[in-house]
């Protein structure tokens, strides 16, 4: 009998952490290696409160434990919020979405960005990226939080300077001990020491971001087909079955949730 590919498995929580009062981080151990591409899904529920789609903060090698950072706003992360050190969840086997096109990114400058949670999926990203520095040219990552206390996963920041990966932080509403640009992270576009032509984009954050900053990268040479952005805060059953996230013809689940801005654009998902 061949595999089911959407039974899942159980995954059990061997660490958590709480940077905010309504932001936690959970270390899930499974049960069997998930094979996880750059730029797809995970879906992990809890028996009689649901499954919900997440992107990973840790690298896609890392097969046998994932890591996923949420905010605590609906139904199911209100009760993932009260997990324990050795409760079990679900995670299904098979990963949501299609992957970015990363073998066509190596060799290539890149920019992450990011926006408040938004940091989860582009984290493992970056984890990715860090762990295979040289094969890549320049690399930023761009985050923009709403204060100082949203700025999330400050160690991993610092190592992923290590690494020579240019940080870049900006804050809306900062107090005066902010460091980084204050504003939005739009302002350090113009000066990115970047080849135009080889290059990528990566965005995850809230969707009215999204079109700001293309605008800006479009001022310095930049295709609509080179930036990359997510939208995933659309998918829900993960599955193409609950016609949620539909868009025109397309499943945001299943042929995204990353997607070129031209693409986005033509579908009227942004």
């Known amino acids: 009998m ?3 590919l959407y039974l899942p498995q159980i995954g059990k929580i061997s660490k958590i952490e709480q940077p905010t009062k309504d932001i936690k981080i959970i270390n899930i151990r499974l049960s069997s290696p998930l094979f996880i591409k750059p730029g797809q899904f995970v879906l992990v529920g809890l028996p009689g409160y649901g499954e919900a789609t997440f992107g990973l903060v840790s690298p896609t090698f890392r097969r046998k434990e994932i890591t996923i950072l949420f905010r ?3 139904f199911l992360t209100n009760k993932l919020f009260e997990v324990e050190r050795g409760d079990k ?5 098979r990963p949501i979405g299609k992957p970015l096109p990363w073998p066509e990114m190596i060799g290539s400058d890149l920019v992450l960005v990011a926006g408040g949670t938004g940091i989860a999926p582009i984290a493992g990203l970056a984890d990715e990226i860090a762990a295979s520095r040289k094969k890549f040219g320049q690399v930023y990552f761009l985050y923009g939080v709403a204060c100082p206390e ?3 996963l400050q160690e991993k920041l610092k190592y992923w300077e290590k690494k020579k990966i240019k940080i870049k932080l900006a804050c809306e509403k900062p107090d005066k001990d902010w460091q980084g640009e204050r504003g939005f992270v739009t302002s350090y576009i113009p000066n990115l020491e970047i080849n135009p032509k ?6 995850v954050g809230p969707q009215p971001m999204y079109e700001p900053i293309a605008k800006e990268f479009k001022k310095i040479g930049l295709t609509q ?3 990359y952005i997510s939208l995933e805060r659309r998918l829900r059953c993960g599955l193409g079955k609950c016609q949620h996230c539909t868009c025109n013809s397309h499943y945001l689940c299943l ?5 070129t801005f031209d693409i986005a654009k033509k579908m009227g998902a942004i």
């Open 225 to 227: 087909s080179q930036i």
């Open 198 to 203: 080889k290059i990528f984009v990566l965005m």
């Open 72 to 74: 605590k706003v609906g």
């Open 150 to 152: 949203d700025l999330l």
């Open 2 to 4: 061949a595999e089911n």
């Open 89 to 93: 969840v679900t995670v299904r086997s």
């Open 255 to 259: 042929d995204g949730p990353f997607f």
